[in-house]
């Protein structure tokens, strides 16, 4: 296949979109296919790097200039090509390939969400709000599209009030091979890396700064789990540093407990400190997939998470669940029910803690990055397939009866 990446500009500094474009191009081309990378370079943006006008400038090279130059790049490329989205978020460029053999990846619909008014955690301002609408309109000109959950496809479609001719669920694969590590080895890691090991273990969660990621709730639901405890395990939050709401829970921790957070953790330390945690603690009021999930259970920790999706969806029977935190509840009864369900994962009795971690490795298997990779492969030879079928009965209606 001749496939055109669309991908998030780099002077965005977005992460986890330009890797997801890498990912795709090195494994694309693995296989054999033609690839290119298309995505706005830094004109107007260069001038004004710092500043209250450089998101604009940025919106200028994203969506005037680059738009410009995609035209002219389309001339010159093969008929059969496949522009391919890396993102939801790429709507605005959608327009440019409509009639044309497309597929977009759909991550999260969350700023969207936020922007409809349907996340009240999460106010947006009347230029997000125009903002998320405006990409809207572009990825609903998209007749096909590629979801990495049911839930994120289920948003996609009541959400975004897309009408695709094709709509699939392709999970994504670890892109990282975690797997239980011996606990001298993990042990061994998490010293090398600086880490506080204690023999006695500890909790872990990890997540970012985002408000979906509810690190008040999993500080408060630890705060209460350590009340009870003569000698609590310490938690671990992979994490940024607390913000004040969450500093002002720290107050109320007691003195027995101990919240410690760290940042830079390269993927073998994350994997020694999943596989030596007593329980992984995920309480999120959101996702588009959940990777820590899968990543936890792959190494062999077992996994508290919330009972929404898609965090159910990813975790599988092998997970436990606490309800979802809504804005509306109370947040210490809340904080109360998962220190009961944390607590029931401490105390479990050893053969059932080893099946539960059993079930997990094999659940978390079946999120493979080559799998994934085929999966969307599939996809496009199905597009690039219909758009052929597709453009063939056109040019066939077109024909004046006589000429038949």
Same mark, same amino acid.
């Given at each position: 296949?001749?496939?055109?990446?669309?991908?998030?500009?780099?002077?965005?500094?977005?992460?986890?979109?330009?890797?997801?474009?890498?990912?795709?191009?090195?494994?694309?081309?693995?296989?054999?296919?033609?690839?290119?990378?298309?995505?706005?370079?830094?004109?107007?943006?260069?001038?004004?790097?710092?500043?209250?006008?450089?998101?604009?400038?940025?919106?200028?090279?994203?969506?005037?200039?680059?738009?410009?130059?995609?035209?002219?790049?389309?001339?010159?490329?093969?008929?059969?090509?496949?522009?391919?989205?890396?993102?939801?978020?790429?709507?605005?460029?959608?327009?440019?390939?409509?009639?044309?053999?497309?597929?977009?990846?759909?991550?999260?619909?969350?700023?969207?969400?936020?922007?409809?008014?349907?996340?009240?955690?999460?106010?947006?301002?009347?230029?997000?709000?125009?903002?998320?609408?405006?990409?809207?309109?572009?990825?609903?000109?998209?007749?096909?599209?590629?979801?990495?959950?049911?839930?994120?496809?289920?948003?996609?479609?009541?959400?975004?009030?897309?009408?695709?001719?094709?709509?699939?669920?392709?999970?994504?694969?670890?892109?990282?091979?975690?797997?239980?590590?011996?606990?001298?080895?993990?042990?061994?890691?998490? &010293?090398?890396?600086?880490?506080?090991? &204690?023999?006695?273990?500890?909790?872990?969660?990890?997540?970012?700064?985002?408000?979906? &990621?509810?690190?008040?709730?999993?500080?408060?639901?630890?705060?209460?789990?350590?009340?009870?405890?003569? /000698?609590?395990?310490?938690?671990?939050?992979?994490?940024?540093?607390?913000?004040?709401?969450?500093?002002?829970?720290?107050?109320?921790?007691?003195?027995?407990?101990?919240?410690?957070?760290?940042?830079?953790?390269?993927?073998?330390?994350?994997?020694?400190?999943?596989? =030596?945690?007593?329980?992984?603690?995920?309480?999120?009021?959101?996702?588009?997939?959940?990777?820590?999930?899968?990543?936890?259970?792959?190494?062999?920790?077992?996994?508290? =998470?919330?009972?929404?999706?898609?965090?159910?969806?990813?975790?599988?029977?092998?997970?436990?669940?606490?309800?979802?935190?809504?804005? =509306?509840?109370?947040?210490?009864?809340?904080?109360? /029910?998962?220190?009961?369900?944390? /607590?029931?994962?401490?105390?479990?009795?050893?053969?059932?803690?080893?099946?539960?971690?059993?079930?997990?490795?094999?659940?978390?298997?079946?999120?493979?990055?080559?799998?994934?990779?085929?999966?969307?492969? &599939?996809?496009?030879?199905?597009?690039?397939?219909?758009?052929? =079928?597709?453009?063939?009965?056109?040019?066939?209606?077109?024909?004046?009866? /006589?000429?038949?």
């Amino acid at each position: 296949m001749n496939i055109v990446l669309f991908s998030h500009p780099a002077f965005m500094n977005s992460q986890s979109m330009p890797r997801f474009a890498r990912m795709l191009e090195e494994a694309y081309r693995a296989r054999g296919h033609q690839v290119e990378v298309w995505s706005p370079q830094a004109k107007m943006y260069a001038l004004l790097p710092k500043g209250r006008l450089s998101k604009w400038a940025g919106y200028i090279d994203q969506y005037i200039i680059f738009p410009l130059w995609v035209r002219k790049q389309l001339k010159m490329q093969p008929a059969n090509t496949l522009y391919v989205f890396c993102d939801q978020a790429l709507g605005p460029w959608v327009p440019l390939v409509k009639n044309k053999p497309h597929v977009v990846h759909v991550h999260d619909l969350l700023a969207l969400r936020s922007a409809l008014g349907d996340i009240p955690e999460n106010p947006t301002q009347w230029s997000g709000r125009v903002y998320q609408r405006y990409i809207r309109q572009g990825f609903q000109q998209a007749k096909h599209f590629i979801s990495i959950s049911k839930k994120t496809r289920d948003d996609l479609h009541h959400f975004g009030e897309v009408t695709p001719v094709t709509s699939e669920v392709v999970y994504n694969g670890l892109n990282y091979p975690y797997v239980p590590m011996l606990q001298s080895d993990a042990i061994a890691v998490l &010293k090398q890396a600086g880490l506080p090991v &204690k023999p006695e273990g500890m909790l872990l969660h990890l997540g970012g700064s985002q408000w979906y &990621k509810n690190l008040a709730g999993v500080v408060r639901l630890y705060i209460e789990y350590a009340k009870g405890e003569t /000698k609590p395990l310490p938690l671990w939050c992979i994490s940024p540093s607390p913000n004040t709401k969450v500093q002002a829970l720290l107050k109320e921790l007691p003195a027995q407990g101990q919240v410690l957070f760290f940042q830079g953790i390269d993927n073998q330390a994350l994997q020694a400190a999943y596989s =030596t945690a007593h329980a992984f603690i995920f309480p999120s009021l959101a996702e588009g997939f959940g990777w820590p999930i899968i990543e936890a259970q792959a190494s062999g920790c077992l996994v508290l =998470t919330t009972d929404a999706a898609p965090m159910n969806e990813i975790g599988g029977s092998s997970a436990s669940y606490i309800p979802l935190l809504r804005l =509306t509840d109370d947040p210490d009864a809340w904080a109360l /029910k998962g220190s009961n369900a944390l /607590k029931l994962i401490l105390n479990m009795p050893e053969m059932q803690r080893i099946t539960l971690v059993e079930q997990g490795l094999a659940h978390a298997a079946k999120f493979n990055a080559d799998d994934a990779i085929e999966g969307y492969l &599939k996809t496009y030879q199905q597009v690039l397939s219909y758009t052929h =079928t597709a453009q063939i009965l056109n040019n066939d209606t077109l024909i004046p009866r /006589k000429a038949r």
